[in-house]
T-cell receptor, first 112, second 113 residues
Framework: GQQLNQSPQSMFIQEGEDVSMNCTSSSIFNTWLWYKQDPGEGPVLLIALYKAGELTSNGRLTAQFGITRKDSFLNISASIPSDVGIYFCAGLVRGSQGNLIFGKGTKLSVKP | NAGVTQTPKFRILKIGQSMTLQCAQDMNHNYMYWYRQDPGMGLKLIYYSVGAGITDKGEVPNGYNVSRSTTEDFPLRLELAAPSQTSVYFC????????????FGPGTRLTVT
């Protein structure tokens, strides 16, 4: 079945540093999504990518849809303490009625 | 708008007990979902519903049941709780037209001992 592999699993960074994380799959996805989960909360959609090669920004966040359609990247510039949380990539399950499959997440910790 | 609400926030069950996790949304969304999130893992889909009266199994439905008698409510039932069902449960909903943005509730943390 379709699977999403996220890396790294966790990151500890200093405030102000840039962050990069990625998501790969052996299957092709037509849409890539990035969600963020704050501690004790449900995930919230950050960015949606619809086309191979697409680069989309949301404030300090930038995400790219890989050309092969099998990967996606999320970058956070100039990290701040409120960036702490778990970042999930997600894709639409093929043949479903819009069901999503989620990666295992990248846990980000930011030291002030 | 309250969005997606879930009750209770925390619960401890003994093995074999039953309980219902409540989920409600006030956004008139057609689609609703139940996920479980185990430590260090992503979200796994348990059940989903495309509208009142229609439900379907997700990836990990065993040990759970759902019903959808109204657009607003989508309760998840555990009949015979097992330690393997210790997890954080999230309910989500979305509109008919946008399959990408699911709105999540705050979660229910369930421990079965």
């Amino acid at each position: 079945g379709q699977q999403l592999n996220q890396s790294p699993q966790s990151m500890f960074i200093q405030e102000g540093e840039d962050v990069s994380m990625n998501c790969t799959s052996s299957s092709i996805f037509n849409t890539w999504l990035w969600y963020k989960q704050d501690p004790g909360e449900g995930p919230v959609l950050l960015i949606a990518l619809y086309k191979a090669g697409e680069l989309t920004s949301n404030g300090r966040l930038t995400a790219q849809f890989g050309i092969t359609r099998k990967d996606s990247f999320l970058n956070i510039s100039a990290s701040i303490p409120s960036d702490v949380g778990i970042y999930f990539c997600a894709g639409l399950v093929r043949g479903s009625q819009g069901n999503l499959i989620f990666g295992k997440g990248t846990k980000l910790s930011v030291k002030p | 708008n309250a969005g997606v609400t879930q009750t209770p926030k925390f619960r401890i069950l003994k093995i074999g007990q039953s309980m219902t996790l409540q989920c409600a949304q006030d956004m008139n969304h057609n689609y609703m979902y139940w996920y479980r999130q185990d430590p260090g893992m992503g979200l796994k889909l348990i059940y989903y519903s495309v509208g009142a009266g229609i439900t379907d199994k997700g990836e990990v439905p065993n040990g759970y049941n759902v019903s959808r008698s109204t657009t607003e409510d989508f309760p998840l039932r555990l009949e015979l709780a097992a330690p393997s069902q210790t997890s954080v449960y999230f309910c989500a909903s979305r509109t008919l037209s946008n399959p990408y943005e699911q709105y999540f509730g705050p979660g229910t943390r369930l421990t079965v001992t």
